[in-house]
């Protein structure tokens, strides 16, 4: 199982910035999709979920968008508005549970991808 993320970059406050998690070797439509972030000297937290519905967490609703292409094994995270605040590295990650996923427990990690946002 691989998950491969992309899209990171440095952008400044109040840009828009979409990530993409590339999966392999795994029955992409059969699996809750998600994205977490670990600012320095944070610990890592939930961002968003997706399977048969959408959750997010409250410091990105209204400014983040979790969608998938079943088609292209592919989860994106569309981010609005981004804040100094969202600067973080951010992981996908896979589980047959979209509820193991925001608790924070899932099966499948990426390798990360770097969002720095200036003010």
């Known amino acids: 199982v691989q998950l491969v993320e992309s899209g990171g970059g440095l952008v400044r406050a109040g840009d828009s910035l979409r990530l993409s998690c590339a999966a392999s070797?795994?029955?992409?439509?059969?699996?809750?999709m998600g994205w977490f972030r670990q600012a320095p000297g944070k610990e890592r937290e939930f961002v968003a979920a997706?399977?048969?519905?959408?959750d997010y967490a409250d410091s990105v609703k209204g400014r983040f968008a979790i969608f998938r292409d079943n088609a292209k094994n592919t989860v994106y995270l569309q981010m609005n508005s981004l804040k100094p605040e969202d600067t973080a590295v951010y992981y996908c990650?896979?589980?047959?549970?979209?509820?193991?996923?925001?608790?924070?427990?899932?099966?499948?990690w990426g390798q990360g991808t770097q969002v720095t946002v200036s003010s």
């Open positions: 070797g795994l029955t992409f439509r059969r699996l809750a």
């Open positions: 990650a896979a589980d047959s549970s979209i509820v193991d996923i925001t608790s924070g427990r899932p099966d499948y």
């Open positions: 997706q399977w048969d519905y959408a």
